[in-house]
């Protein structure tokens, strides 16, 4: 699955897509099965794989085959006739947006708590000022 | 569980079934993303439980449906432009047998039958085109189509009554048409009475034409004088009643004649025959219009035949009282006896029929009281079993029509099924013609130039002749039984006619209140115009990003 656009295009961050660049950054050189993926992200496999595809396609994911023979890992678990899985890692200048894109959703984030502090506190205001107006007349 | 663990655990049952369905998937996906069908499917042999495998199954279908959502839209890799396949000899075979097809006649009679439906059409023949056959058969002294037009041209035409004293006048067989043309309710013609009068001469024993002279003036009083002329049998006061219609003995005397005539004939199968004949002369074979003509054929005002039987039974009492108990019974009698005749002569399935056994049960009740209160037992017990008789009837009648209305829902399936295809059958049509046409104006075109369009087309290209054929074949077996019903359409079976017919007639009705009338009206607007517009919104936003990459990558 060679890259076929390198474009730095703005990705849409959705929180899934965010729940899935936390998990990838966490640990960045390791490479990832796309069931242990979905574990740990709580997200479906609809809606996991098209964001790796659409990470995989701005060259922000790095890809590659299992090869069983040269894993001993698999050897010893005697994964012989089992097909061989997909392992997805981020590349640099992926690692480098998600911490970017994860650092702005943090931001945004905050401000959205401290606007919602300030709601409640705005509405006791309108009802006092309701009260007032109600007395005056 | 660790993966060494899962990976030790037996296969299961389950999970084989899973992994064929995901197989089957991977097959379906497109070609140029489809090894990340193959990486999801890779995951399944690491998913012990058949119910995470299933949830993994739904989301490969899900991501299938993007996948196929991204390639139609933003186009698949554009350097394949020498593996887009065009539509082969296959194809090609496919659409001629398909367009050969409407060689059959039945096929071509069910699609016309159907797009009648869909124009919600009850004549297919304008008045103009009627006009044109009139003047035609005026020329050619054809008496059978001058009748047919006069039928059915609107009252207010010129040529209407003219035609139908010339075809009478050449085949006098026709003079029933006169029933069948007339509306004196709506425009009192000045030579209805003459026309009457033929009808009457012509077809002495039958009720019909006197009922025709009776029913214009019973419509001139009972509108003026008592509010609406359905309050007269309502009406709770007899007395009343009775009083007002002695104002009228011109009326009396001509309800007289029709409660003694010895036939009752609406000339419904008369008017079949004549439709059936003229349509196969000019060879029409629209069945659509077949059978409206049968359901708008006339028949003879039944609020003036109620009211006459009300009031016969009325004058019955009142001798009774005045123990002249042979003059009641004569009274009684006389509106049995039509009751019968029109229960007799009338269709199983008509409201005159219903009317006709109401009036039974009320003139053999006041029967059973009479020959009850002279002694007469053993034609009390008579006009007992009568009542009974009525009584079976009348239920027999609302179970028929209820089992009638019940079995419109089964057909209906047939009936939708035909209209179904017939849809496929215009929208693989119309992708066959535009897509084949496509690809023909393209030869020896720039082909890197809308290569994810001429793909998409190519496809469409290989696969609507065959669906077309499918639907063509899917209709024939369904149009079959109705096909069958028009071709075996005799007055005998009209009834099954109109009724085969009309659960076709139904669906484009129903359907066109589904989306004109009520909550459907909302859902359904609601999201045609939802998905319209976010259709509208991801291809103006996917294509100018098609366009960059087939820049880029050029």
Redesign the interface.
Known sequence: MATRLGSSKQMRTSKQTLALLNALVAKPTQWHYGYALSRETELMSGTLYPILMRLEERGWLETQWENLQETPEAQAEGRGGRPPRHMYRLTAGGRAWATEALAAARGTSKSKSSRATLKPARQHARILLGERILEQS | MS??QM??RPQQSANKVIDFAFSCLVLSWPRS?R??A??????L???DNPQESL??L??????LG??WWNQLICGG?PQEVATVKLPGVTAAILLVLAISSFALPGMRQGVVAIFDTWNFSRSYLSAAQLQKMGYEAEQNRDASTLAFVAMRLPANSLDKVRWADLAVSLDPSLTWVYFQMQDERQHPDAHFSERVAWLQKWDPDNAIPYLMEAQQSFHGFASTENGSPAQWVTSPNDQDHATEMAKHPLWVAVMEKAFRSPHFNDYQNERFNLNLAVQRKFGMNRPVDLVYSTIAGRIPDLLNIRSYAKWLTYNGVQRETAGDNSGATEDYWRAAHFAQRMQLESASDGIERLIAISMLQDSFQKLKDLYERTGRSDEARYAAFEIENAKAASVAFRENNWRLAESTSLPAWSAFMIHISSILILVTAVFSCVTILWIALRIGGAPKSRLALHKSACLIARIAPALLLLSLGLFYANYFPYLRSFNEASPRFAQNLTRTFGVLLQVPFTFSQFWTYGRGAVYFWTGFLTIGCISVLVLLIRMPARGK?EK?IA
Request: with cysteine; glycine share 6%; charged share 15%.
């Open positions: 993966e060494s990976s030790a993303s090894d990340w193959v990486a999801m499917q890779s995951e042999s690491e998913i949830c993994w739904a989301g490969g279908i899900m991501s993007k996948a890799n990459m880029q």
